[in-house]
């Protein structure tokens, strides 16, 4: 059983930066593949990033290609989502989620992953 909790997220400006962070815990998530979704009001849950495991490849949305990177710290059992030059539109609940092996054509799928965090608030302000 993996336990996430995010955090990191506040209200910001058009064009600011945030670091938004997803802890680990029951389990060492190294080489575990680790999603960031997000959800604004009265839309569907959306695929951000993804990492297949630590040092392995990663993937972005078209909407955050250029802006967002997904990193890992190891150490910490903590997977990051830094995010630049943000936008109004990315105002929504953003969340990490795990599982130990997620297949390529599938890391867009919510039900590929097994555990999920909380969620934490990201609002980006005109």
């Known amino acids: 059983q993996v336990q996430l909790v995010e955090s990191g997220g506040g209200l910001v400006q058009a064009g600011d930066s945030l670091t938004l962070s997803c802890a680990a815990s029951?389990?060492?998530?190294?080489?575990?593949?680790v999603g960031w979704f997000r959800q604004a009001p009265g839309k569907e849950r959306e695929f951000v990033a993804h990492?297949?495991?630590?040092?392995?490849?990663?993937h972005y949305a078209d909407s955050v290609k250029g802006r967002f990177t997904i990193s890992r710290d190891n150490a910490k059992n903590t997977v990051y989502l830094q995010m630049n030059n943000l936008k109004p539109e990315d105002t929504a609940v953003y969340y990490c989620?795990?599982?130990?092996?997620?297949?390529?054509?599938?890391?867009?799928?919510?039900?590929?992953?097994?555990?999920w965090g909380q969620g934490t608030q990201v609002t980006v302000s005109t």
């Open positions: 990492s297949r495991w630590s040092g392995g490849s990663t």
């Open positions: 029951g389990d060492t998530i190294s080489r575990h593949a």
């Open positions: 989620a795990t599982k130990r092996s997620v297949i390529l054509s599938a890391i867009r799928d919510l039900g590929a992953y097994a555990y």
